[in-house]
């Protein structure tokens, strides 16, 4: 089945710092890709997502470029802030989705210092 | 934006007792919502998927007589976890869809803050 893998964490980056979190998938078709971050106390929230190959997501700075060759979706930020602090989640819906929910990764703690 | 509430945030209870966690959709009606569960430094785990006005839809694994699902009404569905046991103890969260799903078949849900179960 559909399956999402991503780099263990915790990542912990002194601000201002280059982010790349890394996550590849498995799934038949063309999925949609999906970034997640979950705020301490927080719930899921949408940070960006891309639809077919080669799309690039991006949001608050934050970018991943859909790439089927390589079947993934690396997380990137030129310059971290502390208020990035957070668990980042890679996810993937199949197409012809409907309301199919979503395959997650495991996610990964970012930390950023100041 | 679209909202999902859920209650309660955290809740407490003794081993043998059932809990009820509520998700609400707050400014949008959902028809399906989908309930997860998160363990410590893993991912969600979809449960069930809840559609209003008939019977929930549970993943493989998933007991539904453990898990009661009901969906009453369009902006509401519960989660009631029966005889709970302290391998019950989890992360809990909600989520739906507000609108429709565009046919590219992106999904955006939008999630609720969780509900995080303890059964002593």
């Known amino acids: 089945g559909d399956s999402v893998t991503q780099m263990e964490g915790p990542v912990t980056l002194s601000e201002e710092a280059c982010l790349t979190i890394n996550c590849t998938y498995t799934a038949t078709g063309y999925p949609s890709l999906f970034w997640y971050v979950q705020y301490p106390g927080e719930g899921l929230q949408l940070l960006l997502k891309a639809t077919k190959a080669d799309d690039k997501g991006s949001n608050k700075g934050f970018e991943a470029t859909y790439r089927k060759e390589t079947t993934s979706f690396h997380l990137e930020k030129g310059s971290v802030q502390v208020s990035d602090s957070a668990v980042y989640f890679c996810?993937?819906?199949?197409?012809?989705?409907?309301?199919?929910?979503?395959?997650f990764g495991k996610g990964t703690r970012l930390s950023v210092i100041a | 934006g679209a909202v999902v509430s859920q209650h309660p945030s955290w809740v407490i209870c003794k081993s043998g007792t059932s809990v009820k966690i509520e998700c609400r959709s707050l400014d949008f009606q959902a028809t399906t919502m989908f309930w997860y569960r998160q363990f410590p430094k893993q991912s969600l785990m979809l449960m069930a998927t809840s559609n209003e006005g008939s019977k929930a839809t549970y993943e493989q694994g998933v007991e539904k007589d453990k898990f009661l699902i009901n969906h009453a009404s369009l902006t509401l569905s519960t989660l009631t976890v029966t005889s709970a046991h302290p391998e019950d103890s989890s992360f809990y969260i909600c989520?739906?869809?507000?609108?429709?799903?565009?046919?590219?078949?992106?999904?955006?849900?939008?999630f609720g803050a969780g509900s995080r179960l303890t059964v002593l």
């Open positions: 989520s739906a869809i507000p609108g429709l799903a565009p046919k590219s078949g992106a999904n955006v849900l939008t």
């Open positions: 996810a993937l819906s199949g197409q012809n989705s409907g309301n199919t929910p979503l395959v």
